[in-house]
């Protein structure tokens, strides 16, 4: 081989390989800095933070939980307690009928007798004087405070019959026994008003000279 050729061969060579060589792309030149040589990666200095991780995601109830849930979200609410009485319906009934008409008809006859009472009072001079006719005792002098005590004597008549009605309503509507209240004030106000009477009738010279001629017309009786 002359060297001619050989030179030839070996310029062809060279051409080939320099033609197979890829050419290597330039990246556009960066406005700001340069970039990064390749290989290269962005680690945080030691003791720097970074931001905060994304939130996680909440793991899904299983399907058991969810219908339960799903239930209880679309359950009807439950209807309000009706409000319950102050008094037991028990007890507000009456437990003894025949105590209750009983005890009606003494209030009734209590009311009346009340009445009967306070009118008796105002009249008290009058009646006095009848009393004293029948028995021969005299004429009644009425004292001056005998309007004061028999307007007194009224109200309190009238004072007792209202706590006993007052009285025996509450023991009626708690069921138990209220007969006996109107007995109790029934008797009560008997008293007062034989009390008042006497008072007034003691207080008279004539009825006092009444007694006196009484004890001395009564024979002694001798040994």
């Known amino acids: 081989m002359s060297d001619h050729e050989a030179a030839r061969r070996q310029g062809d060579s060279g051409a080939d390989a320099s033609g197979s060589a890829p050419e290597r792309e330039e990246r556009p030149r960066p406005q700001y800095g340069e970039y990064a040589p390749e290989g290269w990666t962005w680690k945080p200095a030691e003791g720097e933070h970074t931001s905060d991780p994304a939130p996680q995601m909440h793991t899904p109830r299983s399907s058991a939980a969810t219908r339960r849930a799903d239930a209880a979200a679309h359950a009807p609410e439950p209807a309000p307690a009706p409000p319950t009485p102050d008094r037991p319906l028990a007890a507000a009934r009456p437990a003894h009928p025949l105590d209750r008409m009983i005890t009606i008809a003494l209030l009734v006859l209590g009311a ?40 007194i004597g009224v109200i309190v008549q009238l004072a007792l019959y209202a706590a006993v009605l007052g009285l025996s309503l509450l023991q009626l509507r708690a069921g138990r026994l209220a007969f006996w209240i109107p007995l109790v004030g029934g008797t009560v106000s008997v008293i007062l008003t034989f009390v008042l009477l006497a008072v007034v009738m003691f207080s008279d010279p004539a009825y006092q000279a009444f007694l006196q001629s009484a004890t001395s017309a009564t024979p002694t009786p001798t040994p």
């Open 112 to 151: 009346l007798g009340a009445w009967n009472t306070a009118v008796s009072l105002q009249q008290m001079p009058q009646q006095i004087q009848q009393a004293y006719t029948m028995i021969g005792v005299g004429d009644f002098t009425p004292p001056a405070w005998l309007p004061t005590v028999a307007t």
